[in-house]
């Protein structure tokens, strides 16, 4: 079965400049998660969403950044303008049914190195 | 703002040595998860622990979650190279999402 898919795996960009990071969750699974991991941080949540409504975005850092999910099988963070802080590696998870509510178990994708210069 | 804090936040060993790495908070969690994540790859799930006190064992790593569901702990007997990565914990607290820990980062050497 295919996991969690996401696009770009790597992407360098100048600052200023429009990102677009995109993911595929497992098909079935209802919840959507993006995380972002940098070294300073660790992984932080930055916003979820339920049935492709967003649930809690009070992770996302500030107006630049962006998350949709006009279905079950795709969704998109995007990020205008991009900022050198926000280079970063970025997951997208996602978790079946009960499961996240539950037990909070997630399946995650390999993530989107990204690097603003 | 519940914390999780893992220790310790990097481990160097030799193959065939047991260690065990912490993971606490002052907050209480209906669930607690480990993951291990590889350079270049997501985290990937190990275990799930829901009940206080309960031991989990998957073939050498014994995860056990405290009485109190606060803290966790992670056990590895006989460390092999392949369990190098950086090994993170996150608690569940019926809201939907999960905090993680910074993580402690594990070398195992040859």
């Not at chain 1, 699974?29 to 649930?55: A, K, S």
């Not at chain 2, 992670?74 to 569940?92: E, K, M, S, V």
Request: hydrophobic share 35%; charged share 20%.
């Amino acid at each position: 079965d295919a996991g969690v898919i996401q696009s770009p795996r790597h992407e360098v960009t100048e600052m200023g400049q429009e990102v677009t990071l995109r993911c595929k969750p497992i098909s079935g699974h209802d919840y959507l998660f993006w995380y972002r991991q940098t070294m300073m941080r660790g992984l932080e949540l930055l916003i979820y969403f339920n049935n492709n409504v967003p649930i809690d975005d009070s992770g996302m850092p500030e107006d630049r950044f962006s998350a949709k999910m006009p279905n079950a099988s795709f969704s998109t963070l995007k990020i205008q303008p991009s900022e050198p802080r926000d280079s970063a590696v970025y997951f997208c998870a996602s978790s079946s049914p009960g499961l996240a509510w539950d037990t909070g178990e997630l399946f995650f994708g390999e993530g989107s190195r990204l690097t603003v210069l | 703002t519940q914390l999780l804090e893992q220790s310790p936040q990097f481990l160097s060993i030799q193959e065939g040595e047991n260690l065990t790495v912490y993971c606490n908070s002052s907050s209480v969690f209906s669930s607690l998860q480990w993951y291990r994540q590889e350079p270049g790859e997501g985290p990937v799930l190990l275990v799930t622990v829901v009940t206080g006190g309960e031991v989990k064992k998957l073939k050498r790593l014994t995860f056990q979650f405290g009485d109190a569901r606060k803290d966790s702990s992670l056990h590895i007997t006989a460390a092999q190279p392949g369990d190098t990565g950086l090994y993170l914990c996150a608690g569940n607290t019926n809201a939907g999402k999960s905090t993680f820990g910074d993580g402690t980062t594990l070398t195992v050497k040859p």
